[in-house]
């Protein structure tokens, strides 16, 4: 009896040590295809307005603080103070500058590389609630090749990072379930997610908060979390009584919602955005994956009593609730559901993948594949006859469209490879695209930034501010000319020029025109645009 329980005994040891090897291997290979995805082209384009822009000015100003003014404390935009926003992301950008230089690289890097780190992350996650391996595996892979991820990945903005500390939390809420030591990391990981988005956090803390509530109880009574949670928020409070010694009543009066994000959103968005905004996003943007979206619904619903689709309902439902009900809307807004989105459709597909009663797989699939075919072999013809000199389009267009017409054959055949193919192809395809020079858009939307900065830096004005007639704000631009040029209407920009001793405009020929100024001097010119000043001669 003692022989045969040292036997299972030490059998269980041994499939414990293969399943952590296995899991290491996953991690390993995880990370990796992150890290590709993530770091690859990464410094070929010029940085966005809005949120990069600023991101990078703030953090050059950190860079160049010099010795006693604790910019790294009281961070500054343009020499005015910066307080919308805790600055941990600026800090990383801050070391990234001091390694590499100032350039759109290392400006992305410590973004890139923190949500690169979500993908096996989520893969713990999935572990930590999930029976089958591969259900954390798909959930992994299918995280990894959403385009919104990707994209917002790369950018250098504050979301990736939040949820990669969001991902963190959570890790720990599961585990904490059956080791109280991981309530130090809840608190900590939710900690510097307010040091990274300001209040943002209690939002997301919600999801962890609700989750217990309905799985574990028992540990929202536990001091173990509490403690955890009051060391992680000290810096955070730390911080805040730092601005507000210093800054007084402006720093109280700030909209803990950002509310300076409100001109960003009408500006970007034109007009104000419906509730169902971001259900309207995640239309757009989340195929081919979308396809499985009813079924996992089914499915996740149908089994609410268990842990991992409590979580999953928990999450994906907190989040939308709370930024739908969000006066700023803005697409990024939305990255932390994604990683809910992937753990269910993970489940679902490798429960689809394992219980299959049937010769194919749902016809909605195989035709949701079919039309998806269809639309990237249309968007390849188009780009090869209509316009030219689009090969990485061409390309692009033409990977997604062979894994669409092939997970479709492969479906319609009741093959199990078709998940494999549609994992793999999209991963392909999404990394030529983040190769060419399309993965950010946004930079073509308005006049190229880099050749009107480069025109500034170069006459050199004595002035730090300049005015424009362009009707909004470009932080990118205030970035590269290291200058902060500021948006005037015509009334104004005839009472600087009349009463202003020494100003600068930067203006394009028809704005020239109707302003009809007197004594102009040109002092260079770039991409459309004159720098202009008054000649005192």
Not at 6 to 30: F, M, P, S
Not at 278 to 301: A, D, G, Q, S
Not at 440 to 460: F, T
Request: proline fraction near 5%.
């Amino acid at each position: 009896m003692q022989e045969g329980s040292y036997i299972w005994t030490h059998l269980e040891k041994q499939h414990r040590a293969v399943d952590k090897w296995i899991d290491g291997i996953w991690l390993i290979v995880l990370l990796l295809a992150a890290i590709l995805l993530f770091s690859i082209n990464l410094g070929e384009l010029p940085l966005r307005d809005w949120d990069e822009g600023t991101v990078a000015q703030v953090a050059r100003e950190i860079w160049r603080d010099s010795a006693g003014s604790m910019r790294w404390l009281y961070p500054t935009l343009g020499g005015e103070p910066y307080y919308n926003k805790p600055p941990l992301m600026h800090w990383l950008i801050a070391w990234a500058y001091s390694l590499g230089g100032v350039n759109e690289w290392t400006t992305r890097l410590p973004s890139a590389m923190l949500t690169a780190l979500s993908v096996p992350l989520l893969y713990c996650i999935g572990r930590e609630i999930f029976r089958l391996r591969w259900a954390a595996v798909y959930s992994a892979l299918i995280y990894l090749t959403m385009l919104p991820v990707v994209r917002h990945g790369r950018l250098a903005m504050l979301d990736g990072v939040v949820v990669s500390l969001l991902m963190v939390m959570m890790l720990c809420v599961l585990r904490s379930r059956r080791d109280l030591r991981y309530c130090l990391g809840i608190g900590i990981s939710f900690g510097l997610i307010c040091l990274t988005k300001g209040m943002v956090g209690i939002l997301l803390g919600a999801i962890a908060v609700v989750f217990l509530f309905w799985d574990t109880p028992r540990l929202l009574t536990n001091y173990y979390l509490w403690i955890g949670i009051f060391i992680g928020i000290l810096p955070v409070l730390g911080w805040y009584a730092a601005q507000l010694l210093r800054y007084g009543y402006p720093f109280s009066q700030i909209d803990l919602g950002d509310q300076s994000l409100n001109q960003i959103a009408a500006v970007a968005n034109g007009q104000p955005q419906p509730p169902w905004y971001y259900l309207i996003e995640i239309l757009t943007w989340t195929w081919p994956w979308l396809v499985f979206f009813p079924e996992t619904v089914r499915y996740t619903w149908e089994n609410r009593n268990l842990s991992w689709a409590k979580l999953i309902i928990v999450w994906t439902g907190v989040c939308l609730l709370l930024i739908s009900l969000v006066s700023v809307k803005l697409p990024w807004y939305i990255f932390p559901i994604y990683p809910s989105f992937a753990l269910a459709f993970g489940f679902h597909l490798t429960q689809a993948e394992n219980l299959r009663l049937f010769p194919s797989y749902p016809r909605a699939w195989v035709t949701s594949f079919a039309i998806l075919a269809l639309v990237a072999s249309a968007g390849t013809i188009y780009f090869s006859w209509v316009s030219a000199g689009t090969t990485d389009l061409q390309m692009i267009w033409a990977a997604a469209a062979l894994t669409m017409t092939l997970a479709a054959i492969l479906a319609e055949r009741g093959d199990r490879q078709f998940l494999k193919i549609l994992v793999w192809g999209s991963y392909i395809s999404l990394l030529l695209l983040v190769k060419s020079n399309y993965w950010v858009w946004e930079p073509g939307e308005a006049y190229p930034v880099k050749p009107v900065a480069a025109m500034i830096a170069r006459a050199n004005p004595a002035v730090r501010q300049i005015y424009t007639s362009f009707p909004y704000s470009r932080s990118s631009l205030d970035f590269y000319s290291d200058r902060t040029i500021i948006p005037a209407s015509f009334g104004d920009l005839q009472y600087y020029w009349q009463y202003n001793g020494k100003s600068y405009f930067l203006v394009n020929a028809s704005a020239l025109d109707s302003l009809k100024l007197k004594s102009i001097k040109v002092v260079d010119q770039a991409a459309g645009w004159q720098l202009i000043t008054k000649d005192t001669n």
